[in-house]
């Protein structure tokens, strides 16, 4: 399946994660084997008390970003571990979340998610350990 075929199949399987898609607004932007991009429109629901995003809406884009670039190909995994470091508040309406595979074992996965503003200013790193449950073969 190529990349643009592989995209598409993603946004109709995780339409269904109405918690990201709908309430949060997470969109998917790219899918390629072990790899997902998605980006998310910020508006004030997204803002803390202290008017910056809330740190939960940037672990659920980096939670979902990580669901949709282990899930895709071959396997279903599980989030075993993650933690998230935040850096700096974004200074675009638009944020981004990028996969890096670093590991693709036999039964685990360990991945890191980059989200980055419109400038390509790094916001937060997340890290996650996931647990294939079975193969798709």
């Known amino acids: 399946m190529n990349d643009e075929d592989l995209t598409?199949?993603?946004?109709?399987?995780?339409?269904?994660?109405?918690?990201?898609?709908?309430?949060?607004g997470i969109e998917i932007v790219e899918v390629r084997n072990n790899y997902a991009k998605c980006s998310l429109d910020l508006e004030q629901k997204h803002m803390n008390l202290g008017g910056a995003v809330m740190?939960?809406?940037?672990?659920?884009?980096?939670?979902?970003?990580?669901g949709v670039a282990v899930?895709?190909?071959?396997?279903?995994?599980?989030?075993?571990?993650?933690?998230?470091?935040?850096?700096?508040?974004?200074?675009?309406?638009?944020?981004y979340a990028e996969t890096v595979l670093n590991k693709d074992g036999k039964n685990i996965c360990h991945y890191d998610v980059i989200?980055?503003?419109?400038?390509?200013?790094?916001?937060?790193?997340?890290?996650?350990?996931?647990?294939?449950?079975?193969s798709r073969n």
């Open 55 to 66: 740190g939960g809406v940037l672990f659920t884009l980096a939670d979902y970003c990580f």
């Open 8 to 24: 598409e199949k993603a946004k109709k399987v995780f339409e269904k994660d109405y918690f990201a898609k709908n309430t949060v």
């Open 71 to 95: 899930n895709m190909v071959k396997m279903t995994t599980f989030t075993v571990s993650a933690s998230i470091d935040y850096f700096t508040s974004p200074k675009t309406k638009t944020i």
């Open 115 to 134: 989200i980055k503003d419109g400038n390509d200013n790094k916001v937060a790193m997340a890290k996650f350990v996931g647990y294939h449950l079975d």
